[in-house]
């Protein structure tokens, strides 16, 4: 079956590096995402990586993909306080057009 | 801006009310979808359409109507609505099969709903 799972909440300092982390149960994801959402937005991609991949960078943000044992986690550098809101981790299982998200993890950076 | 568009931002409406939520996608996504996302749960997913087809349809309660006229336009009419069913409704866009590379599902902002 599918389950994606984040922890709720996360707390850093400006300038620190966040990592926000997700569990997957499904071994035949093809693609694992993140999205960010603000409040009162609706969700934007950050990032994705596809299932072969082992590491994904992209300016401040680096994906993580340990596929033996379902972990994905995404790493942002010198996070500044813009970056506070909710990280929603989500797989995309085989030939499936929806995706499966998790409850979301909330990000708060203090200054 | 995503170049999917979602009306209106806020509703409120009555258990007895009948009221329509609205999509409107400018990516040439031939695929929408509906999510639910209510506090502190995964987002749900309610229905997809690819080509103008329900091709997916999540167990959700009759009163949830789902109209997709044209590749570019989904709707949601709601109908004698719980209070359980205040949340946000997202809409999203995709392209049916994905290409290389073209994995990628677009949210709207969407509607926040409270039913009284």
């Known amino acids: 079956g599918e389950d994606v799972e984040q922890s709720l909440f996360l707390s850093v300092r400006e300038g620190d590096s966040s990592v926000i982390n997700c569990t997957y149960t499904?071994?035949?994801?093809?693609?694992l995402y993140w999205y960010k959402q603000e409040p009162g937005a609706g969700l934007q991609l950050l990032t994705y990586?596809?299932?072969?991949?082992d590491m994904k960078q992209d300016q401040r943000l680096t994906v993580l993909l340990n596929k033996k044992d379902k972990h994905l986690s995404l790493r942002i550098a010198d996070t500044q306080t813009g970056d506070s809101a909710i990280y929603f981790c989500a797989e995309r299982v085989g030939g499936r057009r929806a995706l499966t998200f998790g409850s979301g993890t909330r990000l708060q950076v203090q200054p | 801006e995503t170049g999917v568009t979602q009306t209106p931002r806020h509703l409120v409406m009555g258990m007895t009310n009948k009221k329509s939520l609205k999509c409107e996608q400018h990516?040439?996504?031939?695929?929408m979808y509906w999510y639910k996302q209510s506090a502190k749960k995964p987002l749900e997913l309610m229905f997809v359409?690819?080509?103008?087809?329900?091709?997916e349809n999540n167990s959700v309660p009759s009163r949830f109507s789902p109209e997709c006229p044209n590749s570019s336009h989904l709707f949601l009419h709601l109908h004698t609505l719980q209070p359980e069913d205040s949340a946000l409704y997202l809409c999203?866009?995709?392209?049916?099969?994905?290409?290389?590379?073209?994995?990628?599902?677009?949210f709207g902002s969407g509607t926040q709903l409270s039913v009284l």
């Open positions: 990586i596809f299932s072969n991949m």
């Open positions: 499904d071994s035949s994801s093809t693609y």
């Open positions: 999203a866009s995709s392209q049916d099969p994905p290409g290389q590379g073209d994995q990628k599902l677009f």
């Open positions: 990516l040439g996504h031939n695929a």
């Open positions: 359409y690819s080509l103008e087809e329900r091709v």
